[in-house]
């Protein structure tokens, strides 16, 4: 099981090093934008790194949504962030499951998604394996509750779409955590990574406010049980810095009775 952290792109490598990660999650380009990812001078090294990478897609984009100035520019920019992913080896893109406008039909988020997956289809495939990431809030998210979750992969699992499970998010949208990998799996019959994330909210807040795992509302112990269950990679996306993020990777390592691997 590797183990590492959601970190700033301007050196990855040299961020899993000082974290003692054997795995990292970065950004292409500004999360909060629309700009095309640019080609890294460092392709090379991450490449060549037994550092695994994964790419967080930006957070404008919300393929769901019936808004064509959102939805349209939001696949275009799924498929270039996904080209990006592929330039540095990435093991997967990760993008939020969106949301659909109030008073909107969720059905038509659903097959906004469809859409998104036949448009990149037309276009050759996703050249990485694209992990839709359950969310904390909103009564019109595709991927918050289950159940819109398992009408989603009713829509669009015919494209073999990854999963990426975040703790936080599913205790602040009231999915409980004990036995959540086997909720998930008899939807989505897979988990390719997990986002390890205490909470600083209650459960069922919709509050999206990441805690270190030893300091947060969530029992640490269920995080544990959580990935020990999934038997999937691991990210930690706690706060902190450098010391948060290491000691919540040797937490985990511990307690999963892991040695450290990194390099």
């Not at 097959?111 to 448009?119: G, S």
């Not at 979750?149 to 999963?163: K, M, N, Q, V, Y």
């Amino acid at each position: 099981m590797r183990i590492g952290a959601h970190v700033d792109p301007s050196d990855p490598l040299t961020a899993a090093a000082d974290r003692r990660a054997d795995a990292v999650q970065f950004f292409l380009s500004d999360p909060q934008g629309w700009k095309a990812p640019q080609p890294r001078t460092d392709a090379d090294q991450l490449t060549s790194s037994d550092v695994d990478r994964y790419v967080h897609a930006p957070y404008v984009i919300n393929v769901a949504t019936s808004n064509n100035r959102i939805r349209i520019p939001s696949r275009k920019l799924l498929l270039s962030h996904a080209t990006g992913a592929r330039q540095v080896g990435a093991k997967g893109l990760i993008v939020h499951g969106g949301h659909v406008s109030r008073g909107d039909d969720a059905a038509v988020g659903f097959d906004n998604w469809r859409k998104a997956f036949a448009y990149a289809q037309d276009q050759g495939g996703f050249p990485v394996p694209v992990l839709i990431e359950n969310t904390a809030g909103g009564e019109n998210a595709c991927a918050r509750r289950f159940d819109a979750l398992a009408r989603l992969w009713d829509t669009i699992g015919e494209f073999g779409p990854g999963f990426c499970l975040d703790t936080c998010h599913a205790h602040a949208a009231g999915e409980e955590l004990l036995g959540i990998v086997d909720r998930v799996k008899a939807i989505t019959g897979r988990i390719d990574l997990i986002h390890a994330n205490g909470s600083k909210d209650a459960f069922d807040s919709s509050r999206d406010r990441h805690e270190n795992l030893q300091a947060g509302m969530i029992d640490p112990e269920l995080i544990v049980a959580v990935i020990r269950s999934a038997d999937a990679p691991v990210i930690v996306e706690t706060p902190g810095g450098t010391d948060g993020q290491a000691a919540d990777i040797a937490f985990l390592r511990d307690r999963l009775g892991q040695q450290d691997t990194a390099r």
